[in-house]
């Protein structure tokens, strides 16, 4: 079991040449006369290899020396050069490199399964790193290595050469180790799989939510508060004020149809456009209506999402106040000029021009009822999504009127962009005509005709007349693309790209931006509102100041200042008033005597005077109700003892007044009053809406008007309350009447009331 590396070749050489090179060893040119060979027959295995070294070396000098000279013995670079080759001595072919290093020829032997010497490998070196690997058996494991069980031994012993690398038997000295580190790896990979798995669960549960994100509950749908429709029935009620309108009373004036509810998502203002059909979504659907959700681009308008569990489907759109693009072309609206409506063409392109660059490839219903308005004058398309769905809802007849030709034939073609072309190119004409759709309203035929006449195609097509009004300078340009977009020949409609960049390309003289041309429309607006306002603010001033007038006579001017101010006027209660109550004796027969007219002009007249003595006294005049007349001093503004005074000379200078005052058509009739006053405590306060009064309520009230119905013609009379008060300013003319029975009051001491005393005259009595 051995194998050798034969570094030897076959040699050319016999025993006879071994004997010469011994016989001839002491001669020329090694002279050795000690060598003593007599007992050699052979040489030594390396005696031919200096040989052929000799041998070498002379071959060199042959091929040098002619060039060189003796500088080749000197200078062994030129050997170097010439040492290159194949040469031939005693050990056969010798081969030489550069810098004459000769290359290896070696034999790999070994003994074969007889024990004989064989050949098995031979490594041919044509340089110190390249050789020639030449097999000389097929089979190794079975020839070269037959000794070793037929098998190719390792490059290294499994325990290593000095046998003190053996590996460790682990499950025999480590079991415990191998057990703990089994155990831990089983409870990693339990643990990996639970965490793969929860990874899996939450991607899956992630995948769902985004499918089913759109779908928004109906409860987090705020209805808007009810408008207010009438005027609030407590006192503040009298306060002038315009509310600010917030993101939360948007839509406190809109009302729900049967297409559309409007309602707050999360304090936004949405439009619920409601189906008629049942929605149930199948996956592609979900994956279109989560697709939906995400899109933001200024001329779409944003869709929330659907609501599935009201009583109908709702599909939840941003809310754009202004309305659709079909309701605002028909209002009487001075902004609508040339650049208006092409920056309305403007957004429309560009929000179909995005749509049809999505996934949906196209609108389907595009009408001008779906473009809306947003409160920036943006157009925004709107009603794009679940077109499947909507397509098995029944389409109304006037929304076919801007249906491409080529869909109404085809029952089964719902859609296309050419399709969206041709609705484009309707609306396109609505915008610069400022009409309906073919103009239907002033049109001899019925909607139902212009759909059939557009249907049927032929020669003479049905198509809107373009009229534009005198007022608007539009570039024609837009109303060749508006022609080319309803072509009855699909493949001669422009695309919405082609359309996009035709209209780049025209320069539009004005404003950068639609809101900056708005704004110097407005400014304009302004300049010319201004004067207006001004005069107009006169107008109110004055009207604010009659207004003024009127409710502080009839209410007092502490009452109507209150409410003036917004604030509520509570009921409240007076310790001490003197309530004054008049009356004219036989009203009922005088009115017999007199016309209506004269009536009416006899009282205004007479209490004009009335009022004229009010004024000077500091007396409030409650009511007046035919030929009664009621008063009361000391509210609400309390003075003391003061209104008993007031009210005193309230009555003494009424009596002077029916003294004088003459009747035109009645000559020598006298009117004569009956007059009653008592004094106490009584609450007042505001009652009514509509026509609010500062009424007084109370006993003292009630007894002073049993005071007025019990007493006499041209007699002031007067309760033991006021006659105490009056009697304690010694001014006044008082006398006992003596006790009298009042109904509901029994048996009461009254007094009358005849005068001033002394030369004291109060101003206002001269008239």
Same mark, same amino acid.
Request: hydrophobic fraction near 35%; aromatic fraction near 10%.
């Given at each position: ?6 570094? !030897? ?63 080749? &013995? ?70 070269? &290595? ?62 769902? %939510? ?62 619920? %456009? ?28 944003? &869709? ?45 392109? =560009? ?51 801007? !249906? ?13 962009? %050419? ?6 190119? $309707? ?11 073919? #103009? ?10 212009? $759909? ?99 409710? %502080? ?51 205004? #007249? ?16 409650? =009511? !007046? ?19 008993? =005074? ?50 007084? &309520? ?9 005071? =007025? ?47 001033? $005393? ?10």
């Amino acid at each position: 079991k051995m194998f050798s590396i034969d570094l !030897t070749r076959r040699q050319t050489t016999s025993l006879v040449d071994d004997k010469d090179v011994l016989e001839n060893i002491k001669k020329w040119p090694f002279y050795c006369s000690d060598c003593d060979v007599s007992n050699l027959t052979t040489l030594s295995r390396y005696a031919w290899y200096l040989n052929d070294a000799i041998y070498f070396w002379a071959s060199l000098l042959n091929k040098t020396l002619p060039l060189y000279g003796d500088e080749a &013995f000197t200078n062994y670079s030129l050997l170097r050069k010439h040492c290159p080759g194949k040469y031939y001595g005693k050990t056969g072919e010798m081969t030489y490199g550069v810098n004459c290093i000769r290359t290896a020829y070696l034999h790999l032997r070994g003994l074969d399964d007889s024990e004989s010497s064989s050949v098995y490998i031979i490594y041919n070196f044509s340089s110190i790193t390249d050789y020639k690997k030449q097999m000389e058996v097929d089979d190794l494991a079975n020839t070269m &290595f037959a000794n070793w069980g037929n098998k190719i031994p390792l490059n290294v012993p499994i325990c290593g050469y000095k046998g003190n690398s053996c590996p460790i038997d682990i499950f025999k000295d480590h079991l415990m180790e191998v057990i703990i580190v089994g155990v831990v790896i089983i409870v990693f990979l339990i643990f990996l799989a639970i965490l793969i798995i929860c990874i899996l669960l939450k991607i899956n549960r992630k995948k769902n %939510e985004e499918l089913t994100q759109w779908i928004i509950p109906y409860v987090k749908l705020e209805k808007p508060l009810p408008s207010e429709t009438e005027i609030n029935k407590s006192l503040n009620s009298f306060v002038s004020s315009v509310p600010s309108q917030t993101s939360n009373n948007i839509l406190t004036t809109k009302q729900e149809t049967g297409k559309f509810m409007f309602v707050y998502l999360d304090g936004e203002a949405i439009a619920g %456009e409601k189906h008629s059909l049942i929605f149930e979504p199948s996956k592609e659907q979900k994956i279109e209506l989560s697709k939906l959700i995400l899109w933001e681009h200024e001329n779409i308008n944003k &869709f929330y999402g659907m609501s599935l569990d009201a009583k109908l489907p709702l599909s939840l759109w941003k809310y754009c106040k202004r309305g659709s693009l079909f309701d605002i072309l028909q209002s009487d609206n001075s902004i609508f000029d040339a650049f208006f409506l092409v920056s309305l063409i403007k957004d429309l392109v =560009e929000g179909l021009h995005f749509i049809h660059n999505s996934f949906l490839h196209y609108h389907g219903r595009l009408t001008s009822k779906n473009c809306l308005i947003s409160d920036r004058w943006q157009l925004k398309i709107s009603d794009f999504n679940l077109f499947s769905y909507r397509s098995c809802q029944k389409m109304k007849t006037k929304d076919k009127l801007w !249906t491409a030709p080529e869909i109404l034939r085809n029952d089964n073609l719902t859609g296309s962009k %050419e399709g969206d072309i041709y609705s484009f190119a $309707i609306i396109c004409s609505e915008i610069l005509t400022k009409k309906f759709p073919f #103009d239907y309203n002033n049109r001899k035929e019925s909607v139902e005709e212009i $759909i059939y006449l557009v249907k049927r195609g032929g020669h003479n097509l049905l198509r809107p007349d373009i009229e534009i009004p005198p007022n608007i300078e539009i570039n024609m340009t837009y109303v060749t693309i508006i022609k080319d977009s309803w072509s009855e020949v699909i493949e001669k409609r422009p695309t919405i790209k082609q359309i996009k960049n035709i209209i780049e390309t025209l320069k539009e003289s004005g404003a950068k931006n639609l809101m900056d041309h708005v704004f110097s429309i407005l400014e304009d607006y302004a300049s010319t509102l201004r004067l207006e306002i001004e005069e107009r603010s006169k107008e109110l001033k004055e009207e604010q100041k009659k207004s003024d007038l009127l409710l %502080e006579r009839m209410l007092p001017q502490a009452v109507a200042r209150k409410l003036k101010l917004g604030k509520i006027v509570e009921p409240e209660n007076f310790d001490s008033v003197t309530i004054f109550f008049a009356d004219i004796v036989k009203f009922t027969d005088l009115s017999l005597k007199c016309s209506p007219i004269q009536i009416i002009t006899l009282v205004n #007249d007479l209490y004009s005077l009335f009022d004229g003595v009010i004024e000077n006294l500091n007396v409030y005049k409650v =009511e !007046t109700i035919g030929d009664g007349y009621l008063c009361v001093s000391g509210l609400p503004i309390r003075n003391g003892t003061k209104h008993v =005074e007031d009210i005193a000379n309230l009555a003494l200078n009424f009596m002077d007044i029916c003294e004088k005052f003459t009747l035109p058509h009645l000559p020598g009739y006298k009117i004569l009053l009956r007059i009653g006053c008592n004094t106490g405590s009584c609450v007042a306060g505001v009652v009514g809406l509509s026509m609010p009064r500062y009424c007084v &309520f109370g006993d003292t009230v009630n007894t002073a008007s049993r005071m =007025e119905s019990n007493g006499k013609p041209s007699r002031i009379h007067i309760s033991q309350s006021t006659y105490n008060l009056l009697n304690e300013t010694h001014k006044y003319n008082l006398e006992c009447r003596g006790e009298i029975i009042i109904k509901g009051k029994g048996v009461m001491t009254t007094y009358w009331l005849n005068g001033i $005393i002394g030369d004291w005259r109060y101003p206002g009595n001269s008239h």
